[in-house]
């Protein structure tokens, strides 16, 4: 019995030293040795392997190596970062290894997305707390009006009486303006622009500004309503260095999308 015993466990043995392994030495014989290796496995396995093929040859190979490959010493050197990993696996061995790729991908995609959720949420703080500061930047007054001029052409113009709550001489304003009426869903007009202040706003100080878009812009195109309002929401304010003091702009509605996914994904 025991000697029986011994044949079957040598048989078995000799059958898995006997498995087919990938002969990467040319692109021919790995093309031909990869077609015996599949054959050598059961027809439930072999979308598997077929799968794990590729996560193998590619992971030597990262974007760059793929966009930059034009020469055909380039293409050469592409070819055997394919076949390099391949080379001498049997299919359970293929199948292993792209396991192994995959779980240390997956975790490097991880580390990656938590680092960027990060970044974002410290993006969404600075901006909801830039937001809290320029609400000391009051926008008083806003009106618009066309005003005629002797060429016939009205002048669109921006009528805004500000004053400066906060603590900082401000250079520049970046405003965004909505022109809509009651009852009408659509806005007659949505608009960003900014106005460079003369000398800068200085802190409790107020000022009444005129601003003149070109006639051949959306303003000069606008013909709203009477009743229409318009609002203007002050986004980003400069100091006297011309850098920005505070920046609700910063996380935008991209950022709020892109962070709201990786948190679905990595919670």
Known sequence: MKKIVGVILLSCLL??????KIDSSTDDAMKSSIAKVRESLPEN??????????????????MA?????SSDNDKEDLSKKMR?????????EVISYAQKVTAERELKQKEQAIQEIKTLEKKKADSDMAKE????????????????????EP??????????????????????????????????????????IPDGLKPNEEATWALAPPKNSEWGQLYAPSDAVFTVTVMRVD???????FDATMFTEEDGNKLDELKKKYP
């Open 15 to 20: 059958a898995g030293c006997d498995k087919p």
């Open 45 to 62: 396995k072999r979308e598997e392997f077929d799968s794990a093929l590729q996560v193998v040859a590619f992971s030597n190979i990262n």
């Open 65 to 69: 190596d793929l966009m930059h490959a």
């Open 84 to 92: 390099e990993p391949l080379s001498g696996k049997t299919a359970e």
């Open 133 to 152: 500061e320029l609400k000391k930047i009051q926008v008083l007054s806003a009106r618009f009006t066309r005003e005629p001029e002797e060429d016939g």
């Open 155 to 196: 002048q669109p113009v921006i009528r805004l009486v500000v004053k400066n709550k906060s603590e900082n001489v401000i250079s520049r304003a970046y405003m965004h303006g909505v022109i809509a009426s009651s009852g009408h869903s659509d806005p007659w007009l949505e608009s960003k622009f900014f106005y460079d």
């Open 239 to 245: 100091g006297t260095d011309k850098r920005a003091l």
